[in-house]
């Protein structure tokens, strides 16, 4: 049997406030763009973001394996704007047993544009494991693994193996605007 890498959360997040907040903020979009513009051939670079949360800013040295190694996150100035951002990863963490927040990133994915496939590295990837709340969708975009594929609602959230080949496709007239919030793994024992 094929492993499972996608997995809808059962419940539903209001995801209008964040909504708005990113309409009412567009200079939000880019701000830091070391995962959409800095790397030539990053899976990301069809895509604008926000980073609401991660490693200080001023721990980069020019160095993306360094920066990306063991940090404490840290919330990111743009909330004070996209409170809402702050709120919903909040909610999220207490719904999964109050596990502890990592990296919380805003992705939108232009009207016919695409993440391509990749496997996320570094600590951050390693520790946390991935959900997405969907902020803003249409029918016919989707996140995929090989042999899966889910074309998420607004308001659904879903975790993800962010470990194995991933790639989201865009090919409608409509954007998809995701929250992508990490929460650390439970240590073993």
Same mark, same amino acid.
């Given at each position: 049997?094929?492993?499972?890498? $996608? ?10 406030? $964040?909504?708005?907040? /990113?309409? +009412? ?22 895509? +604008? ?5 991660? !490693? ?11 920066? !990306? ?24 963490? +207490?719904?999964?047993?109050? &596990?502890?927040?990592?990296?919380? $990133? ?20 390693? !520790? ?22 889910? +074309? ?9 193996? !962010? ?15 995701? /929250?992508?919030?990490? /929460?650390? &793994?439970?240590?073993?024992?």
């Amino acid at each position: 049997m094929a492993k499972q890498h $996608l997995r809808l959360i059962d419940c539903s997040f209001d995801v209008s406030g $964040l909504e708005k907040q /990113l309409y +009412d903020y567009p200079e939000v979009w880019n701000e830091i763009p070391l995962r959409t513009r800095v790397y030539k051939n990053s899976p990301h670079r069809e895509i +604008d973001d926000v980073w609401v949360r991660y !490693n200080p800013l001023k721990n980069f040295s020019g160095n993306w394996a360094d920066f !990306n190694g063991d940090h404490p996150a840290e919330w990111y100035p743009v909330c004070e704007k996209l409170w809402w951002a702050r709120e919903l990863a909040q909610n999220l963490s +207490d719904l999964q047993n109050e &596990r502890a927040i990592g990296a919380v $990133l805003i992705t939108r994915v232009p009207p016919g544009r695409q993440v391509y496939p990749h496997v996320d590295g570094g600590w951050q990837a390693e !520790n946390h494991d991935k959900y997405v709340i969907q902020i803003a969708s249409a029918r016919g975009q989707s996140f995929n693994f090989e042999g899966e594929s889910l +074309d998420a609602r607004k308001g659904e959230c879903y975790w993800f193996n !962010n470990s194995a080949p991933h790639w989201v496709l865009n090919p409608t007239t409509e954007e998809r605007i995701s /929250l992508i919030v990490c /929460l650390r &793994r439970e240590k073993c024992h």
